[in-house]
C-alpha cells in the first residue's frame, strides 16, 4: 500500500511540475507573439489553439497546439512543434466556417476554418481549434467584410 501511494504521489508531481512548464512556455509564446507584432494592431491573440492543417498539405499533416495571432491585416498562425507558420493576409480571405472535422480529423467541438486564396491563386483552406469561436468567427467577418 506505501508503495502505491508513493507511486501516485510521484505521478501527481510529475503532472504539476509538467503543467506549471507547459504554462510557463504558453506565456513565454504569447510575448514573443506580440513583440513580433509590435507597431502593428493586434486585434486577438490565441495562445493555445491547435491547429488542424491546411487542406493544399494533404491529410497526413500533424495536429498540433499553436499560437494564432489575428491583426488587421493577417492571419498568422505558427505551430510549436513541429515548428510550422502560415500567414493568411486578411484580404485573401474568401470564408469563415465552423466545419466539425477538417482534414479527417475531428476533436468533437466546431473548429475554425478560413478559406482563403492562396500565393498560386488557388483556393485553399486551414483550421483551428479555439476556445472561444463564436467570438473569433464574429472578430474575423468583421475584418473579412
Do not use: H
Not at 493577417?74 to 474568401?94: A, C, D, G, R
Amino acid at each position: 500500500m506505501p508503495v502505491i501511494i508513493l507511486l501516485v504521489a510521484s505521478a501527481l508531481a510529475l503532472l504539476y511540475v509538467l503543467l506549471k512548464a507547459a504554462r510557463k512556455a504558453q506565456t513565454k509564446k504569447a510575448e514573443e507573439l506580440l513583440e513580433r507584432f509590435r507597431g502593428r494592431k493586434v486585434v486577438s491573440v490565441k495562445s493555445s489553439a491547435n491547429f488542424f492543417g491546411q487542406e493544399s498539405l494533404g491529410y497526413s499533416q500533424m495536429r498540433g497546439n499553436c499560437s494564432l495571432v489575428i491583426t488587421e491585416d493577417e492571419i498568422f498562425s505558427e505551430m510549436w512543434l513541429p515548428k510550422k507558420t502560415i500567414t493568411i493576409p486578411i484580404t485573401s480571405v474568401v470564408s469563415i466556417e465552423t466545419p466539425k472535422s477538417f482534414l479527417g480529423k475531428s476533436r468533437g467541438r466546431p473548429l475554425l476554418k478560413v478559406v482563403f486564396t492562396n500565393k498560386n491563386g488557388l483556393n485553399d483552406s486551414a483550421a483551428w481549434q479555439v476556445s472561444d469561436l463564436s467570438e473569433t468567427v464574429k472578430l474575423l467577418k468583421t475584418l473579412v467584410r
